[in-house]
């Protein structure tokens, strides 16, 4: 474990238990982040982005579960948490931002009633001084008017204006960490842009770690410190943003990347991944994208490659030596960065 880490998950392993076996939705992935950092995670529906993000913030849906790993704050543990004390860390320490503000925003209170309630939850605060916090929060966010807007009901904002709101909550009782889960995914490009910038000016101003879960490429290179890219519930590649964007090192990231349009680049034709992200309950042996990569070879169908340093990346790869037990191993005992 890094000392320098806010946020260290080990070897996580969710499960869900069905009547014709257990399908497992997360393998051993590890990864950490440090405080003020922006760690994107990126891959298709479906390849576990959203699922690790409601299990570091203790909002698995049943029948999912953590089967094995650890995930720990600060050096202390908290999956293993009751629910009771995971919701007391829940929003003091770590906040969460979803890709609907609707669902996160009860219409029938006002903006002011919802802020000012999470605020006193967290914080020793009396009401006119909760109410005041309120209103810095939405100015900080970029609400206009905000000594007004406290009272207006979320149907009163457009979808951009709630999404700003939905953050004032998040980071309310000033968390360490953020999770942010396809936050700018409902809004057009220009409000996309003020979100990003928003996100951006919160880390550097509060040293707030933030998660962000998207499946937008644009969002995490205008965002992100590191990136993760994650495929079938594994860990893919990870490493610096702009080394996982300009040079990829796993045929899946090299694919992902070949298929984003450039304004620069004068290639007739983007890059094509063939097939489908396979299910749950069929997810093939070895590396569970030699169906769909290009380069796969014999050892890929039998055997499921660990993460091993490539330059300043990691990348789960049989095209690299040294991708085998020995570099996963490693990848546990230390942190994956």
């Given at each position: 474990m890094s000392g320098a880490s806010l946020l260290d998950v080990r070897s996580l392993r969710i499960e869900f238990p069905t009547r014709r076996g257990t399908l497992v939705a997360i393998d051993d992935i590890s990864f950490s982040i440090a405080p003020g950092e922006v760690l994107g995670v990126v891959g298709e529906s479906g390849a576990g982005k959203s699922l690790t993000g409601a299990a570091i913030i203790?909002?698995?849906?049943?029948?999912?579960?953590?089967?094995?790993?650890?995930?720990?704050l600060h050096g202390r543990r908290i999956d293993d948490l009751p629910?009771?004390?995971?919701?007391?860390?829940r929003g003091r320490r770590i906040g969460a931002i979803f890709q609907d503000p609707l669902t996160s925003l009860n219409p029938l209170y006002s903006i002011g009633r919802q802020l000012i309630e999470t605020i006193r939850t967290h914080l020793d605060l009396g009401e006119s001084a909760a109410r005041t916090r309120a209103i810095d929060l939405l100015r900080e966010v970029g609400i206009p008017s905000p000594e007004r807007r406290i009272d207006h009901f979320p149907h009163q904002f457009s979808g951009g204006m709630r999404?700003?709101?939905?953050?004032?909550?998040?980071?309310?009782?000033?968390?360490?960490?953020?999770?942010?889960?396809?936050?700018?995914?409902?809004?057009?490009?220009?409000?996309?842009?003020?979100?990003?910038?928003?996100l951006k000016r919160l880390c550097s101003d509060h040293g707030t770690a933030v998660m962000l879960v998207t499946h937008d490429m644009g969002v995490i290179a205008e965002t992100a410190d590191r990136v993760a890219v994650m495929y079938a519930g594994r860990i893919a590649e990870i490493g610096p943003v702009a080394e996982v964007i300009h040079a990829p090192k796993h045929p899946y990231t090299v694919g992902l990347m070949g298929s984003i349009p450039s304004i620069v680049d004068d290639r007739e034709r983007l890059v094509?991944?063939?097939?489908?992200?396979?299910?749950?309950?069929?997810?093939?042996?070895g590396c569970a994208f030699n169906p769909r990569c290009p380069r796969a070879f014999d050892r890929c169908r039998i055997e499921r490659p660990e993460l091993i340093a490539v330059g300043v990346s990691r990348a789960a790869c049989w095209l690299y030596p040294g991708a085998g037990a020995d570099a996963g191993a490693q990848a546990r005992a230390g942190a994956v960065r």
């Open positions: 203790g909002l698995l849906e049943p029948p999912g579960r953590i089967a094995a790993g650890e995930i720990s629910y009771d004390a995971m919701r007391k860390i999404q700003r709101v939905v953050i004032a909550l998040a980071i309310c009782a000033n968390p360490q960490l953020i999770i942010a889960d396809e936050p700018t995914t409902a809004l057009d490009v220009s409000i996309q842009a003020q979100i990003i910038s928003l094509q991944i063939d097939g489908a992200m396979p299910r749950l309950n069929a997810i093939p042996p």
